[in-house]
């Protein structure tokens, strides 16, 4: 049985990441700063009859990745989901929006790799999974610091495909378009009056070509394809998962 590393695997993409991983026979391990969203992740793989342990951890700090990493004795796969979101351009994205952003999107991604690469070795290799973003190869509008973060996971995906890919690490990264998750729903209610929500949704559909958005399982359906043996010979690869929009737009 593989050990699992999923940051963030307490809701929306994560959460389906976590349980397909899980149903794939890997025990899975689960950070979240949120420890109670996490465990409710583990008791879904454990009630399907999957392994599953939930850690809590601040992805953004090296002090708790570090710790974290200290009690996992051995990592196949590491899946790097946790991630937030901003809006802004750039004269109106503050120092301190961009430091946050920076801080969970790309030194959450940066610890992660930084702890469990080594691990990797010792056992031989594995495989690694970025969450980067259609925002990491096209412009999107009013998205400055979250492109800059994911851009950046982009960039990290290549390097650690390059720098380990004759030591049996394999590095991908996913660039899912708008992703239908309590997130969505949550920026909403956050935004927009309760009469004006349906329309918003349906905007926000019809900015993938394919005329809706993504499901949070079809996301899950691809990490798992790319952490699975089954995908042995593809590496330094960034996947489009976007209903068109990359190139169809």
Same mark, same amino acid.
């Given at each position: ?5 999923? %940051? ?10 976590? #349980? ?12 979240? &700063?949120?420890?109670? %969203? ?8 454990? *009630? %399907? ?13 090296? #002090? ?6 200290? +009690? ?23 120092? @301190? ?9 790309? +030194? ?12 990797? &070795? ?19 509008? $009013? ?8 851009? /950046?996971?982009?960039?990290?995906? &290549? ?21 239908? %998750? ?13 009469? #004006?929500?349906?329309?918003?949704? @349906? ?14 399982? @079809?996301?899950? *359906? !691809?990490?798992?394809? &790319?952490?699975?043996? +089954? /995908? ?9 998962? $976007?209903?068109?929009?990359? !190139?169809?737009?």
């Amino acid at each position: 049985m593989k050990n699992a590393i999923i %940051t963030g695997g307490g809701s929306g993409i994560g959460r389906a990441i976590a #349980e397909r991983i899980a149903q794939d026979g890997n025990h899975v391990v689960i950070l979240d &700063l949120q420890e109670e %969203t996490g465990e409710e992740t583990v008791a879904l793989i454990k *009630e %399907t009859g999957g392994s599953a342990e939930c850690l809590q951890c601040d992805v953004s700090d090296t #002090e708790s990745v570090r710790a974290v990493f200290e +009690k996992i004795p051995r990592v196949d796969i590491l899946v790097n989901c946790a991630g937030i979101a901003s809006i802004g351009n750039v004269t109106n994205t503050t120092p @301190e929006e961009l430091d946050k952003i920076y801080g969970v999107n790309v +030194k959450g991604i940066y610890h992660c790799l930084h702890f469990a690469v080594p691990k990797m &070795l010792a056992e031989g290799g594995g495989a690694v999974l970025n969450m980067a973003s259609i925002a990491s190869k096209v412009g999107i509008q $009013d998205r400055f610091a979250y492109s800059m973060s994911k851009g /950046a996971a982009l960039s990290m995906t &290549l390097s650690v495909a390059k720098d380990y890919i004759d030591q049996g690490i394999r590095s991908n990264c996913i660039c899912p378009a708008r992703v239908h %998750t309590p997130f969505v729903d949550g920026y909403l209610e956050k935004n927009y009056p309760e009469e #004006e929500r349906a329309e918003m949704f @349906e905007k926000l559909s019809e900015y993938q070509p394919i005329g809706r958005m993504g499901k949070p399982s @079809e996301i899950a *359906e !691809l990490a798992s394809f &790319l952490c699975s043996e +089954k /995908a042995s010979f593809i590496t330094g690869s960034a996947y489009d998962i $976007d209903g068109g929009c990359t !190139l169809l737009r």
